[in-house]
């Protein structure tokens, strides 16, 4: 029996039942009745307690990963300060894309690396990745007028990892090593970069309006 309170245990089932939903669903698939049934409520009631609406449950799942993913850059960040490589492309990249990799580890990783790629309309630019976006851009000689290299860069990397998440999910057996698959990721996230100084930040401008 659990020594939590009950009503911790129930925000962290309704948490991650709506998790789940939202993944294989969409945010806008799902209503609050379905998150309710399948965290074991007699009602709405319970979700509207715990989180108040569909909105505010979606940033409290967010808000789990993005924290965990904000703390294993930093750390990154400071392994790279520490060994004079602040500069260095291969070290950028890495900050930049393994954090939300590891996320891929467990359950609740891949189900948030789907919820994210599966929000129209939603910006993953968030201004902590738009920040590691630019500190990328500049090793390679980009300025502000290439931005848009980085929304990029951005979109694919979730798109990407979203449908590694679902393959791995569903244990897709013609599934490529997740090594191989990070290589590839980062090798075309790089491409974006370097075709992105060839065309030169005023054609940029142009092809983002």
Request: aromatic share 4%; charged share 30%; glycine share 10%.
């Amino acid at each position: 029996m659990s020594s939590r309170p009950r009503g911790e245990v129930t925000r962290e089932r309704i948490l991650r039942r709506a998790e789940q939903l939202f993944a294989r669903h969409g945010v806008e698939g799902v209503t609050l009745r379905q998150i309710a049934r399948a965290a074991r409520q007699r009602n709405v009631a319970a979700v509207q307690y715990h989180f108040g609406g569909k909105q505010e449950l979606l940033d409290a799942i967010l808000g789990v990963h993005l924290d965990g993913i904000d703390r294993r850059r930093r750390e990154l960040l400071d392994a790279h300060e520490r060994m004079g490589e602040m500069e260095d492309i291969d070290a950028l990249l890495s900050v930049l894309v393994d954090p939300l990799v590891e996320k891929l580890d467990e359950p609740s990783g891949r189900a948030y690396l789907r919820i994210q790629a599966g929000r129209p309309g939603a910006d993953p630019m968030r201004p902590a990745t738009r920040t590691m976006a630019n500190r990328f851009g500049r090793a390679f000689g980009l300025g502000p007028g290439h931005a848009l290299a980085g929304r990029f860069a951005v979109l694919l990397l979730f798109g990407a990892l979203a449908d590694r998440a679902e393959a791995e999910t569903s244990r897709d057996p013609e599934i490529a090593d997740r090594d191989h698959f990070v290589e590839l990721l980062k090798a075309a996230i790089r491409g974006i970069y370097n075709e992105a100084g060839a065309v030169g930040p005023a054609r940029s401008r142009r092809l983002a309006g």
